[in-house]
Every structure is written in C-alpha cells, then in structure tokens.
C-alpha cells in the first residue's frame, strides 16, 4: 500500500493566521517582514542597490469613514518586484517556500505565510500591487470566510504606463505595496504614536529599523495628515564582549556575540517582541526573538543587551527542524540544538551577572544576613500592600459608578442622570469643563431641557439649560454626554452646580457635583517656567511637557515661543508655540520623544523678542517606566553625599540616605548599626513615609483621587498621613525585630 500526504482542510490556515495575527500591528510586521526579506534577496544576489532605496519602506494608515467602520494598511517597498508568472504562486502558496528560506540566508519569512495570514488574521481583503520591469501584476487574497483563505486565480497585468502606476500606488519608483483592508469592528486600531513606539522597538524588525529608512505616513481621505521616519538607536552603553566564530560542542556550527551593558536598566521579558534589553538572537540579519535565557528574571541581568548570530539556525530551518515556534513568536528552545546553544549563550553571560551581583552585594557589605533577610520580607509585603491599597481605592470609584467597558472607558450614573466625576476643583479664572451624563431614552426622553444652576455666584455657567439630544450621544450605551463650561472667580469658595429635568415618567430629577476654586498652584518662577523642571521620558514614548506662563510677562498677544533639545537623541515634536495674551497663569504642553535609553539633554522654552525670558527642563530617556502594581519593592541604603533628603521612592526602589547626619548617626559610617532597634525602628519610618508618598503620587497620576473642597496640597499630606496610620504599624511589625523589640520591653 503506497503512502499519502493527508490532506489540509482550508481552516487550519485560517486558525494558523488567526494564531500569528491578532490585530493590525501583527499584520503589519508581517508586511514589512516581506519587504525586509526581498531587501535580503537582493543582497544576497549582490545586486547593486542605491543607498537611499537600502531598506526604504514606507508604511500606511488610513482610516475610512467613521460610518463604515473600516481601515486600511499598507506597506511599500522598492525592492525587488514580482514577476507576473510567479504572482499567483506568491498569493496562493500557504506552507510552501515563497519568501527564499531554501535559498538565501538572512530571510525571515517562514514559508510564505506573511500576507496570508495578514489578510486571515483580520479577516480582511489584501490587495498586492507590483511592478516588475514594465509589467504591474495584481493579486487579491479574500480572508473574510471563516472557513479559510482565498485567492484570485486569474492575475490581472497592466502595462506600467503612468496612468496605471498612478492607479496602482506606483508611480514613485515603488516596486510593491500590499494592502489589507479590514473591518475595525473586531479589532484594536491604534493610533499613530502607538504603531510608531512600537513598529520602532519590534525585535523582529530591529534590523531594518535600525538603517532608519522606514516612514510611518497616516492617511486621510487620500491626504497625508501625519509622518515620521522610524528608526531604533541602541541604548546607551558599553561594549563587554565581542567574540566571533565560538564552536558549538558536538555541533558542526559556529556562534558570534556581542554583550554591552547599558547605562540605565533595560525592558525585560515581560515586553515580548518590543523589548529593548536581552541579547537579540539572530541567523544571518534576520532577528527572531531577544532574550537573556536563564538570566530572563534576574535583577542583575537587566542592564545587558546585545546579539548573538548563529547562522546554523537556518540550517535547521531549511532541513524543517522544529527550531521555530508554531506561532513564528519566537525560538524552540527544546530543540537539541537551541539547548546547547543556550548552555553556550549563558556561560559567556553568567561572568558580567554575577559581577553585578557582586558589586550590589558590595554595596551591603556592612549588613546581616539578618538584615538583608527583613529588607527582602519587607520588600514582598511593601508590594502586597501596594496592590491591595490600589484596588481598594479603585473598589471604592467603582462601587459608586457603575463601571462600562467600552473603549471609551465612560463612568456610568447609575441613576442615569448625573455628573461624572462629582467633585472637581477648579483653579481660580480658569475655564474648565464638567460633565453631565443622560441616558437617553431609557431614563430621560432626548426631547427634554436640564436646567443648570450654580449655588454660588462666583462660579459662572456657560449656560443655563440645555436639551438632552444636544449632546454627544454614545449609542452603544444610549448616553448623551453634555460638557459644561465653568469659570470660578474667587479663589478658595465652594459651591454645587445644581441640573434638574424630568424623567420619561414625568417625576422631577435633581443632581448635584461639588466644585472648589483653588488659587494657582505650581506658579511659575519668574513667571515662565516649566512644572516640573526635571522629567523622565519612555524611549520612542511621545512625552508632554509642562510650560506655565504668566500671561502678565506678555505684552503682546500671538507671541510665538520656540523650543530647543541640545540633544539630538532628545526630539522636539512642537518646536513652536502661540501664545494668545489672557487673564491667568496660561498651561502649555510641549510635546517630546526619546529616541535612544540612557540619554540625558536639556529642553529649553524661550521668547526670541526677549532673551530674559527664558526656561530649562532636563530630560533623561528610560527603557521602562513602572506605572502598574509592582509585584514587590527593593529596598536600597544609598550613600550619596550631602542627601537632600533622608528617604525617597523611584519606581519600585525605596532608598534610605544612610549619610544623612540624622540617619547616620543611627546606622553608623558602614551599617555597624543597622542591627540595632533604634536603627531598625527608624528605618522603618522612613520606609513607611517613602512607600506612602509612593502610593499617593500613583493613585493621582491614575485618576483615582478627589479632593472636594480641600486645597491639593493639603488634602495629598492628609492623605498620606492617613495610609502611614493605617500600613505604618504593618511596615514596623515587618522589618522590626521582634526579639529586640521585646527585650526593650522587658518582656
């Protein structure tokens, strides 16, 4: 009996692309994957290539009518072309060798699958455009049946006249654009910074990133409204290790690497394919994931980055060793050979981890193992409490609004009629907006008026009634949603806005929001400052700036503000501003971007017509900024000279100023107190102020705070008195030792 291939039923692509496509961003890495490929195709034949087409690729975004509820992307390169007679094979080819792999190195691609399982994954129409010599092909790939991909069979040819390569999106010297459009019912569509943060830093397309001639262009009704080159810049560092052509033992292959440490701690695992940290594990140019194997999770680890190339793996690849995941996410480290390569990876590794593990544990030198051990107990607990106090404090807005998931995250009155959020405070002569939500018609018919009243003179309405269906209506939830203007002209009062209309019944219905006008917080120094002066930005993270201005300095109106870096790793996205001269201390946002970790720069704001009037903001580029519920604090004695002051939190470190007179005397010149009661008792109260402030400082970035009727400073201090007298006790019976507390007792 002769032997068969079994046969494929159509929706195993289909799950196979809904596996690797998720969402829009996926499908475009898997276009631009395409590109990169026929860019290495070229290479490889060492055919000439002009060094500004070397990786050009431009990439787009087009929204379609907000009724249609559609999209669109595309990717562009001018590269190689595809021959009409091998068209058809390139769209209808899943699971067979289309990109190269079998015969050029350095290809990504994994057999042919890229803009199938765009086009499946989103369940969307792909549209394949290429030029080749005076030839354009089309191809048309259909992913909107569930139970598979489809394809045209018949290719449709068009002479490359200009008329046709103007129809086509070719006529700029472009060889190939694939299309997909997609329905954004179902899906996530980001917006432009977000696929540029994260086009820029994917590990997969670190190679082409890195040349710099990629552009992400957003499109509006056939416009180009928003641009940017995209390019990744490695972290700031140095080189510890460079060594080539290392043998593999009982292997007949060969590995280079590369190991750098950077200036500043990196993206861990937890990013996946945007990382920034991890050693980027390469066949050829091609990158298939980043990692720091064994070292993934150790703190030690995370300043390290870097590459290793081992060509072998494509190899593999081409034999059909499993040394890929079915996804394509990543590398099999089972595989016999992954294995041997990780031991070789992580001996070359382990030296420079375990030498930062032993200048952190220099830094301890003076401590117990007793009190290296309540440090590390404390740290876990500090963490537990941290989440805990977070979802309190969120149980607590939700529990009084009910809670509606949708995309716009609205806060919904469970009345239906009602202000959201009910308290505001106002700064003095500065127009702000509140918001009235109705639902409609459910609980109020959209034919009826909301008269609005203030119980306080010195709080001016923009307006005295309104009719329900002149507002915003979301209509998934049935909610008309009114912005009001308000404009408090005393500071330091307090006052309700009163709204009454009546329901579909007929009954009168009455809410009320508290508002407080406080005076001008965060003034500005001479009057033109940035609030603060100094901030840490994400890499590749659009980031806004804080200029305060006292409209009074201004003695003309539209005066025009210009805005330097003296770094050119630190980018200016609004170089320039327009004053309009009012009343008031006048906010404005200037906007920023990282583009390399580790950088430090200086943002300077300043009136061309007077040099007097000038300000500086320093700026220092992170890998990552902690914003979640951090699984656990470390806690660090810092001996830094001269402290301003004695205790503090960064992120998830607590740092205690062991040189401050006041802490010293207590902890000795190296730690020859630190075991003692009345450090320990200290220690812990400087603990609990730093975690508090901490906590406080978190729950007012997320939103979760208001403070009616109280001045914002106050109110903060209140607030972190209040977590101090309730976790304070906890944090003491944590890190105390309870065998010293109880001799002192006498117990």
Known sequence: MGLKYVDQDPRVAKEDAKNAVRGPLDALIELITNSMDSYSR???????????????????LMKKPKKEKKAVIAVKDWAEGIPPDKMLKYISGYGIRTSGKDIFQSIRGYFGRGLK????????KGYLYSRYGDIISVGFIDGTDKRGIKYEENIKTYKATPENLKKFHLDDGGKTIAMVEFSTENFIVHNFDTFAEKLTLCVPLR?????????????DKGKIIRERKLKFNPPKGKLLLLEKNNSIPEENATYDIEIYKADEPLTQGENGKFRIGGLLIMSGNSVHEATLLGFERDPNAIKFFGRVRCDYIDELMRKDEAVVTPDRQGLNWDHPFMRKLQREIEKKLRPFVEEERRKREEKRKGLSENTLRRINKLGKKLGELYKEI???????????WEYVDDEKRMLKPPTGFGFIPQFYSVEVKKPQQIRLLIESPRVIPSYEEVELKASNKNIILDKDRVLVSDGEYIEDQGIYIHRIKIIGEKPEIEGEIIARTRDKRGIERSERAIVYIHGVENYPPNGFSFVPNEYRVKVENVAKLVL???????????????IRSDNPYI?????????????????????????RAGEKGVITAYYPDNPSIKTEAKVKVIAHKSTTSPYGFRIEFDETENPIQRSWCKDDIIYIAVKEPTVKMYYGENGEYADTLSFQVLCADLITDAFCNKVVNDLLTKGK???????????VRKKINELKRKYGPIIHKTYVDKVLLQRERGE
């Open 117 to 124: 399982d765009a086009v499946g994954g989103l369940d969307g």
């Open 571 to 595: 980018l200016v996205e609004t170089p320039f501003i327009k004053i309009r001269r009012r009343g008031g201390i006048i906010t404005k946002y200037i906007y920023i971007r990282g583009t």
């Open 390 to 400: 977070i979802k309190e404090e969120t149980k607590e807005l939700i529990d009084e």
């Open 548 to 562: 305060k201005i006292d409209s009074d300095i201004m003695k003309n109106d539209n005066v025009v503000i210009d």
């Open 207 to 219: 190679p082409i990133m890195e040349k710099g001639n990629v552009k992400l262009i957003q499109m």
């Open 705 to 715: 705070l208001f403070f009616p009727g109280e001045k914002n400073d106050t109110a």
């Open 42 to 60: 070229i290479k490889a034949r060492k055919e000439p290539l002009p060094e500004e087409l070397d990786g050009k690729i431009e990439v787009y």
